[in-house]
T-cell receptor, first 112, second 110 residues
C-alpha cells in the first residue's frame, strides 16, 4: 500500500506571495491533518479534515487554510507569506479518530 | 490548552535501556502517543496509550498514568539506529488533533 505523498517536496517563495501544498493520504484513510514543524516551535497542529469537512483547527492565523476533496486528497494554502512561515509542512493521514497517524515526507517551504 | 514537557536530550550506550519521560496538562484527552523521528525524515508512529498501564511492543514499551498526567517511553536493548528524536503527543477528545512536546533527542553511543 502506498504511503502518504506530498508535493512539492521543496519550495522557495517570496514574502507576500501565496502557496498551495498538496497531500495524498493512504488509500482508505479519510482523515488528513496538517502540521508545521520548525526548530523553534517544534511540531504544531494546523488543521484536520475528515470527509471533506474541517474537524479540528489549531491556533494559526487565517492566512492558513485548507480543504479536502471527495477522494480524500487535501491541499493547504498559505496567503501573504511571511518569513516566519519558513518551515517543514507535514501531512498525516489516519483511518479513524484513534490518532495513529501516518506522516508524509513533508514539503520544505522557504520564504525569502 | 495543553502543555507537554519532555527532556531535550538524552545519551545512552548501545545495548542499554533509556526511559524518556513526558508530563502533560490538558483539557480533553484522547490518548498519549509516541512518535520517532530520524533527522530529515517524517515522524513514524511507535505507540498509543489511552488507558493507564504499560503497553509493550518489542523493544519499546510505553506507560501512562492519566491521574498524574505522566507517560514514559522505554527503549530496551538500544541499537545505533535508535538515535533519533522521540516525540510525545496528546490527542484531543475528538478527532486527530495532536499536540506534540518538543521532542527528546536520543543519542546512542557505541
Amino acid at each position: 500500500k502506498a504511503g502518504v505523498t506530498q508535493t512539492p517536496r521543496y519550495l522557495i517563495k517570496t514574502r507576500g506571495q501565496q502557496v498551495t501544498l498538496s497531500c495524498s493520504p493512504i488509500s482508505g484513510h479519510r482523515s488528513v491533518s496538517w502540521y508545521q514543524q520548525t526548530p523553534g516551535q517544534g511540531l504544531q497542529f494546523l488543521f484536520e479534515y475528515f470527509s471533506e469537512t474541517q474537524r479540528n483547527k489549531g491556533n494559526f492565523p487565517g492566512r492558513f487554510s485548507g480543504r479536502q476533496f471527495s477522494n480524500s486528497r487535501s491541499e493547504m494554502n498559505v496567503s501573504t507569506l511571511e518569513l516566519g512561515d519558513s518551515a517543514l509542512y507535514l501531512c498525516a493521514s489516519s483511518w479513524d479518530s484513534r490518532g495513529e497517524q501516518y506522516f508524509g515526507p513533508g514539503t520544505r517551504l522557504t520564504v525569502t | 490548552g495543553q502543555n507537554i514537557d519532555q527532556p531535550t536530550e538524552m545519551t545512552a550506550t548501545e545495548g542499554a535501556i533509556v526511559q524518556i519521560n513526558c508530563t502533560y496538562q490538558t483539557s480533553g484527552f484522547n490518548g498519549l502517543f509516541w512518535y520517532q523521528q530520524h533527522a530529515g525524515e517524517a515522524p513514524t508512529f511507535l505507540s498509543y496509550n489511552v488507558l493507564d498501564g504499560l503497553e509493550e511492543k518489542g523493544r519499546f514499551s510505553s506507560f501512562l498514568s492519566r491521574s498524574k498526567g505522566y507517560s514514559y517511553l522505554l527503549l530496551k536493548e538500544l541499537q545505533m539506529k535508535d538515535s533519533a528524536s522521540y516525540l510525545c503527543a496528546v490527542g484531543k477528545a475528538a478527532g486527530n488533533k495532536l499536540t506534540f512536546g518538543g521532542g527528546t533527542r536520543v543519542l546512542v553511543k557505541p
